[in-house]
């Protein structure tokens, strides 16, 4: 019997990622697509290359979270959603519902918290993950049970994360990036870092030192003007090391029967066994998925392209979407 794979999707991230790597993809309604058509893409890819069984999708919710509560220049530089995306987190969450592909969200956390959680939980239980991310924040979750799937280019071209090419790549270990960004800042999200130390400085001095907390604890050890940059910043980099962790005891609980691959969540959030057909899909190597429901007809191959002014619109969508069943309760 093959060894389960969990496939954890980090939904707010595949969505940006798609929508600015594809050119406008509209209904014939009008309605925009791209992101739909580019998450679908990214996540049907990631289920066929990685031979996962079973998934989930977490996503970050409007409301604040402890982050900006603490820190309230957190994520502020960043600009309004666009109004072409907007609307297609909802269709997303169809498409998702249709799937019946378990949803967890939650208040006060981002979903790289959520990721974080539900990675720790399936270590728990002995079933390795992959994280299908946008971004580079969930590299400190890579362990040997977790591996990290981002894009390079695009939404097709991607690299699997281990621990050994984390720390080729930043020249310290997954647990370390929090300590890392301590000292680097995170542009991104808008964390400070401090002021002349850059990449090569921080993995110098993480590689002799091994964390912040210790690097502090050795400061005399430094050259007087590093030691005093250090020394009037520190304040700063224990609370850039605390927002940059990701929480992993989020109050959220991993129901592998919801989130196997080509099952049916109910109202409890269990998951029927396929059928006959998805069986055999699986036992021929393919995730026993289901086709996208009407909502992305086209923008998942079923519907022809074409391109007008500057745009590329599709045909054979039929309006709206069949009304999709109720949520997984375990979202």
Known sequence: MAPLLLALVDGNALLHRAYHALPELMTTKGEMTNAVYGFATMVFKALDDLKADHIAVCFDL???????????????????????LVPQFARTRELLAALSIP?????GYEADDLLGTLSLQAHEQGIPCIIVTGDNDALQLVSPRVR???PRRGITDTVLYD????????GVPPGGLP??????????????????VGAKTAGKLLQTYGSVEDLYAHLDELPAKQRDTLRAHVDQVRETKRLATIVRDAPITLDLDACRVGGRAGRRGRARRPG?????????????VKPA????????GGGRVRRRAGHVRASGYRGEARRAGPRPACR
Do not use: M
């Not at 301590?182 to 002349?196: E, K, Q, W, Y």
């Open 62 to 84: 409007a409301a604040p979270t402890f982050r900006h509560e603490a820190f309230a220049a957190y994520k502020a530089q960043r600009p309004e959603t666009d109004q072409g």
């Open 293 to 300: 429901p009407a909502l992305c007809r086209a923008a998942a």
């Open 179 to 196: 300590d890392y960004k301590a000292l680097v800042g995170d542009p991104s999200d808008n964390l400070p870092g401090v002021p002349g």
């Open 276 to 288: 006959r057909a998805g069986r055999a899909r699986r036992r021929r190597g393919r995730p026993a």
């Open 103 to 107: 949803i967890f969200e939650l208040e």
């Open 148 to 150: 990290v799937l981002v």
């Open 163 to 170: 621990e050994e090419q984390v720390r080729e790549r930043f």
